[in-house]
């Protein structure tokens, strides 16, 4: 490394839109933003998650924009590969982390158990990444910041983290660089909320920006208005009542799966919708809907949300919620019969309990399969939202007669007119970076931009580097 350059390069969510890993080097030191694992097809993963393109033992310092597993996933396998740096995050963040990231080691040993079981007479096997114990080595290097609270990560950098808006406790991370060029203002959204919210505050672009690094998820659309989410869920709910059917929604357990059950609790209070069990069957969703619960009045949480839950008083605990910890628990749901909603994860169907119940129910025609996030290329959840007949669970054929359907007003991220306003808020005179991203999506946001007068617009591939002076 020349000491005399600072540069950032692309490691993850450079073409595509999981995994995100951004280093920045600077003054001899290493800065790496993010530390996400790739979700997508099981062997493609594989070889993406478990090799890095820098050594972890070089890595300085490490900011964590926010909690969800293509973010944080990989922290585990970091410092157990010999990284000993600090670990700066806010204490919303850093929280939910901790158990997104032992979930995430339970689900791999899960996973691995179940599926060596399987393929044992052909003699198959996987093994986690990591475990529990590699988890709680990469929670104990957290460092808590505020929101607004300057603080130095590496010699030369100064770092802010403000309100992103996308999850509890996401940041958007400024940083002021002191380059050979002189001072330098680099600021990474991590991933940015979007204008229309149920529970967060709307992000506010930062100023006097020299280098911007944003996701362009949603980049070549705009998603449908949050409104119409609760006339769509109330109709699907009506008819799995009429059939007698299961709902099951794949959900990812940070903020999504709050937002879904504050809705069905508001289409209940207004008796839009007839009394239908819901399960919540995820231990993290269980354990971060009690974070929520716990920070509803200290964090940035929208004064609409903030409103209902005062008058609610417990916008997330209802009687007919019931929260399943357990393995027997989530066991019993395959011998009851519908009506009912399940909400369960993994959010793109690619591990954890969602994968068993919808092997017991795929085939199952009163089924429907009720999409409520993005579903990246590769996995099992983006197959079923294109149509796909004919799929495989733990490596074993379905044939899938259940309706899947897609609620596309629900989205934490910016969409097409979210991201444009905030870029041309921001106003970076040195240059955009588009990650997080699949390429067409970061392709029409990059051609809008160019066509709205913002220039320097880069879309980094994999291990691309780029000085910044």
Known sequence: MNDNKTKISFHGAAGEVTGSRHLLETGGKRLLMDCGMFQGHRSDADAKNRTFRFPPASVDAVLL????????????????????????????????????????????????????????????????????????????????????????????????????????????????????????????????????????????????????????????RNHEPLVDAAGKLADTIRRAWKEGGKIIIPSFALERTQEIVLIIDKLRHDKTVPEIPVYVDSPMAVSLTEIFNKHKEDLCFDTEFLAYAKSDGDPFGFDYVHYLRSKEESQTLNNKSGPMIIISASGMCEGGRILHHLRNNIEKENTTILIVGYQAQGTLGRRLQDGEKKIKIFGLQHDVWARVDTLHSFSSHADKNDLLAFIKTADPKRGTFLVHGDPAARAALSAALVAAGIKNVKCPMMGEEFELN
Do not use: W
């Not at 396998?77 to 963040?93: F, H, N, Q, S």
């Not at 290097?141 to 929101?147: D, K, N, R, S």
């Not at 940083?175 to 680099?186: A, F, K």
């Open 65 to 220: 924009s926010h909690a969800h597993v293509d973010h944080c996933g990989l922290l585990p396998l970091l410092y157990k590969k010999g990284c000993a740096a600090p670990l700066y995050a806010t204490p919303g963040t850093a929280e939910i982390a901790a158990i997104m990231m032992a979930d995430s080691a339970r689900l791999q040993e899960g996973d691995a158990q179940f599926y060596n079981k399987v393929h044992a007479a052909q003699h198959l096997t996987i093994e986690p990444m990591y475990d529990e114990e590699d988890a709680k080595l990469a929670g104990d290097h957290f460092q808590h910041v505020e929101y607004g609270a300057p603080f130095t990560p590496i010699p030369g950098v100064s770092a802010t983290f403000f309100n992103a808006g996308h999850v509890l406790g996401s940041s958007i991370t400024q940083l002021d660089i002191d380059t050979p060029g002189g001072r330098r203002r680099l600021v990474y959204t991590g991933d940015l909320g979007r204008e229309e919210t149920l529970l967060l505050e709307t992000p506010a672009p930062p100023k006097d920006v020299d280098y911007l690094v944003i996701e362009s998820t949603y980049g070549d």
